[in-house]
């Protein structure tokens, strides 16, 4: 029988240092965070070193605090179907409207505050760039994620980038994976779990060794030898409805990213857009452009 991650903690935790236990307290706490911040985040967020970090995982029988990710999100998965998650979102929201907007809100900065401590420098700088200097970017998203592939891919284009979307499911799948060429980025917008166009477009991407950058909550232990580059990004609390905040506000300041490293490729595409707008209009249709 398997045995859950708050079994562990009851059975372990008098046996542990002071140290290890107010690790243990914190995941408790913050499982969403502890899903996919690194243990020097969760360290600096715990007030504790990354070594004791390490420790408070293995003290609860766990090979390493990835194993511990992989088995909170296991649970997650296999506990809370999407119909949970909503049960549990209204059992807390109540019948006040104004909770409603005031829980909203405080997991969407959560979340936001997450993505700032979650997410170095280094590893957006390399995204940042990843995208710049690829031939041509796809990006994969299906359900709710695909929205924002299509979002991705419209300003990619705005920029004078090539890109493309896959967002297509079952067998039309097989037509976005012939889409895939040398020289590709593909981003990948994944979260929970392993579904089968997300296991063939992996299985793709190592053949062809084409560059990948992931973003995702729960499967960043599982597949980050699989990508070159994993950003975590939480979906707001993990045991209620899922929310997207923190995913758009990333692809919106990798958006700022790319133009901050090329503006000038970028505000002569979108004059070119202004221009095309302004004949199709039969007058002037200034498009905003950020910087000019």
Same mark, same amino acid.
């Given at each position: 029988?398997?045995?859950t991650?708050?079994?562990?903690v ?13 690790v ?10 502890? #899903? ?25 029988g766990f090979?390493? @605090?990835?194993? !511990?990710?992989?088995?909170?999100? *296991?649970?997650l %998965? ?6 949970g %998650?909503?049960?549990?979102?209204l ?5 006040? !409207? ?6 909203? @809100?405080?997991i969407? #900065?959560?979340?936001?505050?997450? !993505? ?17 200097k690829a ?29 493309r979307?896959?967002?297509n499911? *079952?067998?039309l799948?097989?037509?976005?994976? %012939? ?5 590709d #980025? ?11 166009e997300?296991?063939v ?9 084409l560059a990948?950058?992931? @973003?995702?909550?729960?499967l960043?232990?599982? !597949?980050?030898?699989r990508?070159?580059?994993? @950003? ?15 995913? $758009?506000?990333?692809?919106?300041? $990798? #958006?700022? *990213? ?16 202004n221009? $095309? ?6 007058? *002037? ?6 910087g000019s």
């Open positions: 029988m398997t045995i991650f708050d079994e562990r009851a059975d372990r935790f008098e046996r542990m240092s002071p140290a290890e236990q107010r243990i307290r914190f995941f408790q706490e913050n499982r969403e965070e502890v #899903l996919i911040a690194s243990a020097a985040a969760l360290a600096a967020r715990a007030k504790t070193s990354d070594a004791t970090i390490v420790r408070a995982a293995k003290a609860l090979a390493g @605090l990835d194993d !511990l990710r992989r088995t909170l999100a *296991g649970e %998965r296999s506990l809370l179907t999407p119909a %998650r909503l049960t549990r979102t059992n807390e929201v109540g019948p006040s !409207l104004s909770n409603a907007f005031e829980m909203t @809100l405080e969407h #900065l959560r979340s936001l505050e997450s !993505l700032r401590r979650t997410i170095t420098a280094d590893q957006f700088e390399r995204a940042v760039n990843s995208i710049t031939r041509r970017v796809l990006v994969f998203g299906l359900g709710p994620s695909s929205a924002m592939a299509a979002y991705l891919v419209i300003q990619l284009g705005r920029f004078d980038l090539d890109a979307s896959l967002t499911t *079952g067998l799948f097989a037509d976005d994976l %012939r889409k895939l060429r040398e020289g #980025l593909v981003v990948v917008l994944a979260y929970g779990r392993v579904y089968a997300l296991a477009l992996l299985e793709e991407i190592q053949r062809r060794r990948s950058l992931l @973003l995702t909550d729960t960043a232990a599982r !597949l980050r030898r990508v070159d580059l994993v @950003l975590p990004v939480a979906r707001g609390r993990a045991d209620l409805l899922s929310m997207h905040t923190a995913t $758009l506000g990333l692809i919106e300041a $990798l #958006l700022v *990213g790319i133009v901050a490293t090329r503006p000038r490729r970028t505000l002569a595409s979108l004059k070119k857009l221009q $095309l707008r302004e004949r199709l209009a039969g007058k *002037g249709a200034d498009l905003p452009m950020s």
